[in-house]
């Protein structure tokens, strides 16, 4: 989490939490300086879970770009901050003002690679059904790490059982549970140690149709059939039960 001295940081609409595929918005400028912009919405998705955070353009009102190459949370996940390229010229960085109106665009391919990928992993989850212990998302390629109470299962064989489940073709739907839901049913929590994503008393879950269900704040394709074909091509001991899958698009 990264540390802004702003007497009191607001609160961003995060648009991604609901429309995973927009791409541009326009938003208000509440706070900016030293490269860092924080908006009162934003559809980039700030790094967390092991998604990284969207990159793209911030649009001034005259059509300027700027570059945003990095974008995290601030305050306990209630507040994005946006970081402008270092490369950006002062005479822009001049141009933006509190309460000015901007455009953002997201780098859409790197975003909905970030996508499937993210989906794909949902998938992996819902195959072995053991406790995650980490993740990293990065475009093509990924990792997850499980705490295994099974038998470490066989790169090809677990391709071909990612793949089978991407051809099925199963819808994504993402809706909100009342927080009680997770004291009730605390097997929906595949995480080991990273708390459920929470808004106010509300969880976010991520249902892949038939095949799994768990809280989730990520951004998801909306089918299986939007996934590329995957490739799972090491696993490996991080631990005593710990098992490390890495894999990547073909």
Not at 62 to 83: E, L, M
Not at 180 to 192: G, I, M, N, Q
Request: include cysteine; charge should be negative; aromatic fraction near 6%.
């Amino acid at each position: 989490m990264h540390k802004i001295d702003i007497p009191l940081l607001p609160r961003t609409h995060k648009i991604f939490l609901e429309s995973a595929y927009a791409t541009e918005c326009e938003a208000e400028i509440l706070y900016v300086q030293d490269n860092i912009i924080i908006l009162d919405k934003t559809l980039f998705y700030a790094t967390s879970g092991g998604q990284p955070g969207d990159k793209g353009l911030l649009l001034l009102s005259d059509g300027s770009p700027i570059d945003i190459v990095d974008t995290f949370y601030v305050d306990n996940k209630k507040t994005i901050a946006h970081k402008i390229s270092d490369n950006t010229p002062e005479i822009l960085l001049k141009k933006m003002s509190i309460n000015d109106t901007i455009t953002l665009q997201i780098d859409w391919h790197n975003r909905y690679q970030n996508m499937q990928m993210h989906t794909v992993l949902h998938i992996i989850s819902g195959l072995l059904d053991d406790k995650i212990t980490g993740c990293q998302i990065d475009g093509h390629k990924a990792r997850i790490d499980f705490n295994l109470t099974q038998d470490v299962p066989q790169k090809e064989a677990l391709t071909d059982e990612i793949n089978q489940i991407i051809r099925q073709r199963l819808a994504v739907n993402h809706f909100w549970l009342d927080v009680k839901t997770l004291e009730e049913r605390p097997e929906l929590v595949k995480s080991l140690s990273v708390s459920p994503p929470k808004d106010e008393d509300q969880v976010r879950f991520i249902e892949i149709k038939t095949h799994d269900l768990q809280p989730c704040g990520g951004t998801h394709v909306k089918n299986t059939q939007e996934i590329a074909e995957v490739v799972v091509n090491k696993i490996h001991n991080k631990g005593a039960k710990n098992r490390r899958i890495n894999l990547h698009f073909v």
